[in-house]
């Protein structure tokens, strides 16, 4: 686990961090969302002691980092560099070499870095970050920007694992899709403050009095739908061929509406609630 309370930075004159507090708790995968230059790289290197802090405190400082930089030995071959990191973390070469196994780059790894693509890179620089064990937390910093598919999903099923096994796990994306399916919390960051944070459920609500649900229903019952929900006084807010969209008051619980609309015989292929994705709150 890893606390920074109200940290601030500085370069120069200017404030880039402004009095951030944020949590990277055990059995979390934790994630910061931002645009370019909101700061995001900045607080992971406070994190790693790259920078000193301007003010504020930062508890636990055990990480393992994979960093946003390019910045490997570059004339060391893959696998003495892995061998390398091992060494110095006191790691497991042979957990490095099943990992460069799943995601493709075992065959490389007698090659120079130099001679690497840059996602190979970034498997490489993920593989020394993942292994090792005993840290406050694993920091990932855009893991799978310029990663193909499915690596980049192999490398979320594994900080997944990191997770289970009761791991703290920071991560910084720009694929909001990505963070979307494995981030517990959320620190929104805008211009070096936290904007909002939470979990997606919070930090995605509306912001409405009311909650609104979107209904898929067969199109020869929709009115049929249409008018179950007018008598039980449900307000619909819009509708389409197929869908509707009612509004219900917060403090409504929504297994009222659901047990006798199962009841009514009517066909619903799909019933969600209406959220606000991620990217819209982030940016
Ligand atoms: N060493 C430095 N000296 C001066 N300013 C810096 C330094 N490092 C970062 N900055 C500034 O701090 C701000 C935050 O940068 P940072 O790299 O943390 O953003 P980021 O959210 O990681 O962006 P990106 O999504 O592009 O990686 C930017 O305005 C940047 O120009």
Redesign the pocket.
């Known amino acids: 686990m890893i606390e920074l309370e109200n940290v601030s930075?500085n370069?120069?004159d200017?404030q880039?961090?402004k009095q951030v507090s944020l949590e990277i708790q055990n059995g979390k995968i934790t994630t910061?969302v931002?645009?370019?230059?909101?700061?995001?790289?900045?607080?992971?290197?406070l994190i790693c002691g790259y920078?000193f802090l301007t003010s504020g405190k930062i508890t636990g400082k055990q990480v393992s980092v994979m960093p946003?930089a390019d910045n490997m030995p570059i004339n060391m071959t893959g696998h003495n560099f892995l061998s390398f990191m091992c060494d110095l973390k006191g790691a497991s070469m042979q957990q490095a070499l099943e990992l460069s196994a799943e995601l493709g780059i075992e065959q490389a790894l007698n090659k120079k870095i130099k001679t690497y693509s840059f996602g190979m890179k970034k498997k490489l620089s993920f593989i020394q970050a993942y292994v090792g064990e005993s840290y406050d937390a694993y920091i990932f910093?855009?893991p799978t920007s310029g990663v193909d598919v499915p690596s980049a999903y192999t490398m979320m099923a594994l900080i997944r694992k990191l997770k289970s096994s009761n791991q703290a796990v920071l991560l910084?994306s720009?694929n909001m899709d990505e963070l979307e399916r494995v981030g517990d919390y959320f620190y929104i960051?805008k211009a070096?403050s936290i904007a909002r944070q939470g979990t997606l459920k919070e930090v995605t609500e509306l912001g409405l009095a009311n909650r609104r649900y979107m209904i898929d229903v067969s199109v020869d019952m929709k009115e049929q739908l249409k008018h179950f929900m007018e008598s039980a006084g449900i307000k619909i807010v819009s509708e389409n061929e197929s869908y509707i969209e009612i509004e219900i008051m917060n403090h409504m619980d929504i297994s009222e509406i659901m047990k006798p609309l199962l009841n009514a015989d009517i066909t619903i292929n799909g019933f969600w609630e209406e959220r606000s994705h991620l990217a819209n709150v982030a940016f």
């Open positions: 930075k370069f120069k200017k880039v961090i910061i931002g645009e370019n230059g909101a700061g995001k790289s900045t607080i992971i290197g920078y946003d910093d855009e910084t720009h960051l070096g």
